[in-house]
C-alpha cells in the first residue's frame, strides 16, 4: 500500500451542520424581511476558547474615588497649615531652627601719654550651651547634664552643681545659657577637644553619649592689663559683666565699651547650618583713651612710695605728679595697690584710687595759702617781722610748735621756713580787723585754691573733702585751720594748690584724659581744663621763692628735698590723723609738696604717708627724700634743664 504525503493527500470534508428540512409552514415566503437565527457552530477540534473579561470600569471609579479623598485631605490639612495656623507653625519653626547670639564689642584700650599699653582686650570665648540638646530626648539618657558638668566643672573652676543647673533650667524651652564669660582659647581649647573625642568614639561605638554636643562658644575679649598693679588705681578694672567697675574704666565706660552687634543663624545639633543664610549686625569697637599719665614716671612714683609705706609700717601712701602749665597729671601713685587682672587676690581696702578719694587733714602745707592770702591781701610781706612765743592762747587752746624752743623772731620767710603754726596764726589774725573777717578772708582764699570742692577730674568715687562755712568754725579751728588742721582735702587738691603757685596764680583743672582715638581712626582731643586766676603773679612768684627756703635755707624743714644743680621750691607736713575706725585723732599723715625748678616751674610733686609706725613720721624726714626720688626722675625724663639762676636766699630770722 503507498503512503500519500500530508501535501498530498486530499483534504478531508468535514461535514457541516444538517439543513433543517423545510416544512410548508416554514418556509420563507417570498418578499419576507426575516431570516430565521442561525444556530452557532460547534467549536472546531483543536481551537482555543476564549475567556470574556468583566469590564474594569468600576474598579476604576472605586481607585479614583479613594484617591481623590486622599488629596482633598492633605488640601485641607495644607490649607489648615499655611491658611489658619501658618504663623503659629512658622514660629515654632523659628524657635527650633534659629539661634540669635550677641557680639561683644572689643573694648577700647588705654594708653598713656606715648602709646604704651595700660590696658588693653584679648581674644577670649563665652562658653554658652543650649539646654534642650542635654534632655532625654536629644541624648537618650537621664542624667546627660550631670555627665556634661562633671567634665566642664574642672576646665572651667566652677561648681559642678551650679553648672547642672545652668543645663537644667526650670524653662524647658530655654536655647541659650552662658556658662563661663571671656575665656582663654586655650579653656575652650580643651572643650573643643572633648567634643571632638567624644563625638569620635560615639560614631564608633553606638553607647557612648556626646553629652558634650550642645556646648558652644562665642568669640568675645578678655581685659588685660599689661603692666600688673602699675597705675591700678587710675585705671580701675572691668567686672564680670564686661561693664568698668572703678577708675577710668568705669569713668569712660562709654566711649570704651564700644556698641555689642548680633547674630542669627541657622543651627542643628548645636551646630551652625552652612546652607542657610544668617543675619548678623557687626559689633562696634571701643575708642581706645589716651591719658596724661607717663608710664615711666608712674612707675618711679609707684616704686618710691610702696618702698617708703612698707618701710613705715604705714597704712597707706599716695605720690602724684603734674604739669604745671597745663595741669596734665604725669603719674598718680598708691600704695599698696591690686593687681586688676587677679581681684581675688585684692583686698577690699586697697581697691580705688585713694589718691582722690581718700579725705584727710593736710597740716602744714597747707600754711602756703594762709600765707598766699597774708601777700596779696598785702597785710604782711616776705620781710616782716613775727615775734613767735613757745606757746601762744587764743580761744579756749594752748598753742603750740612741733618743737619746744624760746622766743623766735622770724621773719615771714621764717614762719614758713620753720613752719610754725604760732607764727602762721599771728599772720593770718592780720586779715581783718576782728576773727570773724579774718576767718572769712581765708575761707575765701581756701575756696579759690579748691578746697572744698571737686577737682574738675570727674573720678568715681572722688571726694570734694570738707570746708565748712566760716560761721561754723569752732573756737579752736579759727586757729587750727590756717596750719591745716581741722579742714580736709584729698591729695590731688593738695598738689594742685602748689600747681597754681607754679603756674603764676592760675589755678588749671587737674586733666587725666588726654583725649580718645574712635573706630574709624580719628582722634578726638579732650576738652581743655579751666583756668581761674587764684593770685597775682607777683604774689605767686614771692610764694616760690618763700618755698625755696623751706629746702634751700638750713633753717627750714625740707632739706632732704634738695636736688644738686635744681632750685627746688616744698613744703613739709605733718599733721595730727583722724582714725577713720574710731574718728578720734590717731598717728599722723605725713607729707611734702613743691614745684621745681623754682625761679622756672614744669613739675609738681605731692607726697603723702598716713599712718607712719615704724621710724620717723615727720614729713621732711619720709616724704621729703620721696620727693626727691620722684622730682628727680620727673625732670630727667622730661628733660628738663636747671636754670642756672641763684636762689633769692630770703632772710629767715632777723636780729
Known amino acids: 500500500m503507498t503512503e500519500v504525503s500530508d501535501r498530498e493527500a486530499p483534504r478531508r470534508r468535514v461535514p457541516g451542520p444538517a439543513k433543517p428540512a423545510r416544512s410548508g409552514g416554514a418556509q420563507r415566503r417570498p418578499g419576507s424581511g426575516s431570516r430565521p437565527a442561525r ?54 519653626a523659628e524657635k527650633n531652627r534659629y539661634v540669635g547670639y550677641t557680639l561683644a564689642a572689643v573694648r577700647g584700650g588705654i594708653t598713656d601719654r606715648n602709646g604704651v599699653a595700660l590696658a588693653t582686650s584679648v581674644d577670649a570665648y563665652d562658653i554658652t550651651a543650649d539646654p534642650t540638646l542635654f534632655s532625654r530626648e536629644q541624648l537618650k539618657i537621664d542624667d546627660g547634664p550631670e555627665q556634661a558638668a562633671a567634665l566642664l566643672a574642672p576646665i572651667l573652676n566652677q561648681d559642678q552643681a551650679a553648672i547642672v543647673k545652668k543645663l537644667r533650667p526650670a524653662n524647658k524651652n530655654l536655647r541659650y ?50 603692666n600688673g598693679d602699675l597705675a591700678a ?31 542669627r543663624y541657622a543651627q542643628s545639633g548645636g551646630r551652625q547650618v552652612p546652607t542657610v543664610g544668617s543675619t548678623e549686625t557687626p559689633a562696634v569697637p571701643g575708642s581706645d583713651v589716651e591719658l596724661t599719665i607717663d608710664r615711666d614716671i608712674q612707675w618711679a612714683a609707684q616704686n618710691a612710695i610702696s618702698q617708703q609705706v612698707a618701710k613705715s609700717k604705714a597704712d597707706r601712701g599716695y605720690v602724684i605728679v603734674q604739669d ?46 594762709s600765707m598766699a592770702a597774708v601777700l596779696e591781701e598785702e597785710v604782711a610781706a616776705p620781710g616782716t617781722h613775727v615775734v613767735v612765743p613757745n606757746r601762744l592762747h587764743r580761744g579756749d587752746r594752748l598753742f603750740k610748735d612741733d618743737i619746744d624752743h624760746p622766743t623766735w ?19 593770718t589774725g592780720q586779715l581783718g580787723k576782728t576773727q570773724k573777717q579774718s576767718n572769712q578772708v581765708l575761707y575765701n582764699y581756701l575756696r579759690k585754691f579748691g578746697f572744698g570742692s571737686y577737682t574738675g577730674l ?185 636754670t642756672g639762676a641763684k636762689p633769692a636766699k630770703l632772710p629767715v630770722a632777723y636780729n
Open 458 to 642: 570727674g573720678y568715681p568715687g572722688e571726694t570734694p573733702g570738707i570746708l565748712a562755712a566760716p560761721g561754723t568754725w569752732s573756737t579752736s579751728q579759727q586757729y587750727t585751720i590756717p596750719f591745716g588742721q581741722g579742714v580736709s582735702i584729698n591729695a590731688m587738691q593738695a598738689a594742685s594748690v602748689y600747681s597754681t603757685i607754679a603756674n603764676g596764680g592760675v589755678r588749671v583743672d587737674p586733666k587725666l584724659v588726654r583725649g580718645t582715638t574712635g573706630p574709624d581712626g580719628q582722634f578726638t582731643a579732650a576738652s581743655k581744663p579751666k583756668k581761674t586766676r587764684v593770685i597775682s603773679e607777683k604774689t605767686a612768684k614771692t610764694l616760690a621763692q618763700m618755698l625755696e627756703s623751706v629746702v634751700d635755707d638750713k633753717e627750714g624743714t625740707g632739706t632732704k628735698a634738695r636736688i644738686p644743680g635744681y632750685r627746688v621750691a616744698g613744703k613739709t607736713g605733718t599733721a595730727n590723723r583722724v582714725d577713720p575706725a574710731t574718728g578720734r585723732y590717731r598717728g599722723y599723715t605725713s607729707s611734702f609738696a613743691g614745684f621745681a625748678p623754682a625761679d622756672k616751674p614744669r613739675v609738681t610733686v605731692y607726697c603723702a604717708i598716713q599712718n607712719a609706725t615704724a621710724g620717723n613720721y615727720f614729713g621732711g624726714q619720709i616724704c621729703g627724700p620721696i620727693y626727691k626720688k620722684v622730682m628727680e626722675f620727673a625732670l630727667k625724663t622730661l628733660q628738663v634743664p636747671p
Open 409 to 427: 623772731y622770724l621773719t615771714l620767710n621764717g614762719v614758713l621756713a620753720k613752719s610754725s603754726n604760732i607764727g602762721t596764726i599771728l599772720a
Open 324 to 369: 604745671t602749665t597745663t595741669g596734665e597729671i604725669l603719674a598718680m601713685a598708691n600704695a599698696p595697690g591690686f593687681d586688676p587682672n587677679d581681684l581675688s587676690e585684692a583686698s577690699a581696702a586697697n581697691l580705688g584710687n585713694a589718691a582722690v578719694q581718700d579725705a584727710y587733714e593736710p597740716g602744714s602745707t597747707a600754711k602756703v595759702i
Open 177 to 226: 545659657t552662658l556658662l563661663a564669660s571671656r575665656q582663654t582659647p586655650q579653656v575652650w581649647k580643651q572643650i573643643k577637644d572633648l567634643k571632638t573625642a567624644l563625638a569620635t568614639k560615639s560614631e564608633s561605638d553606638k553607647s557612648t553619649v556626646n553629652v558634650l554636643a550642645g556646648v558652644l562658644s562665642v568669640a568675645s575679649s578678655k581685659r588685660v592689663y599689661p
Open 39 to 92: 444556530r452557532p457552530a460547534p467549536p472546531r477540534a483543536g481551537a482555543v476558547r476564549l475567556i470574556r473579561l468583566g469590564s474594569p470600569r468600576p474598579r476604576l471609579r472605586m481607585v479614583s474615588l479613594a484617591l481623590t479623598l486622599v488629596l482633598l485631605a492633605f488640601v485641607v490639612r495644607l490649607l489648615q497649615v499655611q491658611g489658619v495656623d501658618a504663623s503659629t507653625y512658622a514660629a515654632k
Open 233 to 263: 588705681g587710675i585705671l580701675g578694672w572691668v567686672n564680670s559683666d564686661g561693664k568698668g567697675g572703678g577708675g577710668v574704666e568705669q569713668q569712660l565706660n562709654k566711649e570704651l565699651e564700644g556698641k555689642d552687634g548680633e547674630i
